[in-house]
């Protein structure tokens, strides 16, 4: 029975030498200490002893005992200690990793270009108005001496709410909307904003698009007013070198009509961007038909005045030198960045 005692012990001290955590050791410690522990069934023994015998083993018993729980409660505080170290060691804040910089964002590129050409039109005098992109069926086409029979007022054209409310497919609504406001006084302004059509999304097209509308009305404006205006911007947008070329057009609104063209970067030669012509068109303008002064209360004999309307989608991918405007709504951040 010492024999055995001494095996025991010698074991018992391996394995708890041997633990490798708290939670082994404790294991170790149950299989000698516990209810059914080998040390706890020799305990139990002792009784069936005879006298004699009792004390010598009692006290091999508790010396084994003895031992073994001593080093098992040395053990276990090297355990912890090792185990908090560990802890501690894991939850280590370096305060010299460098942080995590946000991702800034920056304008898209279709509100740089309305924000450039807006700064331009303001250096010239002009103020920013605004309306409505749900529109009345009277300021998007009557007011604007569009006549029931055109073209644009038809269903396949618009988006139509009501028989008498659509999404406005142009900004020149907010001609109307402002001289009626503001009548009679002089009229200087620029209107960006969102129009819609129904036109089907390709690489020129999208049912959803930018214009910036102008419009200046006061005494004694002429023809010769909008080509000064409209070439001081052109310069300015797209560089002194730059030049501008009306054509006859025909718009309801304004008469007489004209498309603007701006001489392409290539000075003529001919290139890809202007389809070898030497210009690229802009913007639709034209003086300021009387009906439609007339119908926002100006006297057309006493006031006149010009108005234009551009594609901000076009001009950017002019300016940009993009060629499929979907690139735009996309929301792809290898394009969008290069913007920032
Ligand atoms: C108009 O919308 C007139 N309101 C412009 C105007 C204003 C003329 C004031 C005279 C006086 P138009 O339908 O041509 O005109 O459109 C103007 C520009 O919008 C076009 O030159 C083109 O650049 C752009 N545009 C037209 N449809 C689309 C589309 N589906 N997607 C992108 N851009 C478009």
């Known amino acids: 029975m010492q024999e055995e005692l001494k095996q ?13 955590t708290s939670q082994e050791l404790s294991a170790v410690r149950l299989k000698y200490f516990g209810k059914k522990g080998l040390i706890t069934q020799y305990s139990r023994r002792l009784g069936m002893l005879s006298p004699e015998e009792r004390p010598r083993f009692g006290k091999i018993i508790n010396e084994v005992r003895q031992e073994l729980e001593e080093y098992l409660t040395t053990r276990e505080q090297e355990l912890l200690a090792l185990e908090e170290q560990r802890k501690l060691e894991s939850e280590r804040l370096d305060v010299e990793l460098p942080g995590r910089r946000p991702r800034r964002g920056h304008p898209h590129p279709l509100q740089l270009i ?94 959803i698009f930018h214009q910036i509308e102008g419009l200046l009305v006061d005494k004694h404006i002429t023809f010769s007013d909008l080509k000064g205006i409209l070439t001081v911007f052109v310069q300015k ?18 008469e007489p009509s004209t498309e603007v063209d701006v001489s392409c970067g290539c000075q003529g030669r001919g290139c890809r961007i ?24 100006y006297d057309p004999e006493l006031y006149s005045g010009f108005a234009f309307g551009m594609g901000v989608e076009r001009i950017a991918m ?19 960045s290069q913007f920032s």
């Open 114 to 207: 309305i924000q450039e050409i807006t700064t331009t039109f303001l250096g010239m005098g002009f103020s920013v108005a605004e309306g409505p992109e749900v529109e009345l069926d009277y300021y998007n086409f009557e007011a604007l001496n569009i006549p029931p029979e055109h073209p644009a007022r038809e269903m396949h054209d618009s988006l139509y709410i009501t028989d008498k409310i659509l999404l406005r497919t142009h900004t020149s609504p907010v001609q109307v909307r402002t001289m009626e406001k503001v009548c009679p006084q002089p009229v200087r302004i620029i209107v960006p904003g969102r129009v819609y059509r129904r036109d089907a999304l390709d690489a020129t097209h999208s049912p």
């Open 8 to 20: 025991i012990l010698v074991e018992g001290l391996q394995e708890a030498g041997a633990a490798a």
């Open 318 to 336: 002019l300016r940009y030198g993009i060629t499929d405007i979907r690139h735009f709504y996309e929301n792809d951040l290898r394009f969008l």
């Open 274 to 297: 202007c389809k070898n012509t030497g210009w690229l068109e802009i913007l639709g303008a034209g003086s300021v038909h009387p009906k439609v002064l007339a119908m926002a209360n």
């Open 237 to 254: 947008f797209f560089g002194e070198d730059r030049t501008v070329r009306l054509r006859p057009s025909f718009f309801p609104f304004t």
